[in-house]
């Protein structure tokens, strides 16, 4: 059974005040591995896809790395409007339907 | 973006009662997926289509079914709505590739009383 576990499960921050989120897993064979963004009582909206390990992607004050059991999410001086929930998922290579499986998120909150 | 709409965006049902929530997407995804999110237990999934009448389990599927007459339709009933059901429900699209995952529609809160 493919599984998502992430850490914390809340952080707050001040601004400016870099730190990293957390994504550990298993899955029988890694087709992918996702972070999106949630905020309060809208869809996740998707940041990065990851595929092997060592892969890096950035995206303004995020960057997305990845190994053979745990992702990272660093965030470089963060400001309030990066206050959100993150979430990790991980698509496998066995199985149909390219179903993704989630952990629960870290919400970050992000103060002046 | 892909054009996805959940409907409708709340709503409130007693025990015991059908409830049905629609998906809409307007670019002819094959693939649509129903998920529920409750604090603690994140994303689950419910069920998927990977086509037209063409559905399949997920983790939660008790007290569920679905159906997909049409490509851009994707419909999540309760049969006999509990408690337990009470949640936010999310639809979402496989975009076409592997790069981006899922898109999600905004959700329906679903309360049962």
């Known amino acids: 059974e493919d599984q998502v576990t992430q850490s914390p499960e809340a952080l707050r921050l001040q601004e400016g005040e870099s730190s990293s989120l957390n994504c550990s897993y298993t899955v029988s064979g890694l087709r992918g591995l996702f972070w999106y963004r949630q905020d309060p009582g809208k869809g996740p909206e998707f940041l990065f896809t990851?595929?092997?390990a060592g892969e890096e992607k950035e995206k303004e004050r995020l960057k997305a790395t990845l190994t053979k059991k745990e992702s990272f999410l660093h965030i470089t001086a963060p400001k309030p409007e990066d206050s959100a929930t993150y979430l990790c998922?991980?698509?496998?290579?066995?199985?149909?339907?390219?179903?993704?499986?989630f952990g629960t998120g870290t919400q970050l909150k992000v103060e002046l | 973006d892909a054009g996805i709409t959940q409907s409708p965006r709340h709503k409130v049902t007693e025990t015991g009662t059908p409830v049905t929530l629609r998906c809409h997407q307007t670019?002819?995804?094959?693939?649509m997926y129903w998920y529920r999110q409750d604090p603690g237990h994140g994303l689950r999934l419910i069920h998927y289509s990977y086509g037209v009448k063409d559905t399949d389990k997920g983790e939660v599927s008790d007290g569920y079914s679905v159906s997909r007459s049409k490509t851009e339709d994707f419909l999540l009933t309760l049969e006999s709505a509990t408690s337990s059901q009470t949640s936010v429900y999310f639809c979402?699209?496989?975009?076409?590739?592997?790069?981006?995952?899922?898109?999600f529609g905004s959700g329906t809160r679903l309360t049962v009383v």
């Open positions: 990851l595929y092997s």
């Open positions: 979402a699209i496989r975009q076409d590739g592997d790069n981006y995952g899922y898109t």
């Open positions: 670019e002819n995804h094959r693939y």
């Open positions: 998922a991980v698509r496998a290579r066995t199985g149909g339907g390219n179903k993704l499986t």
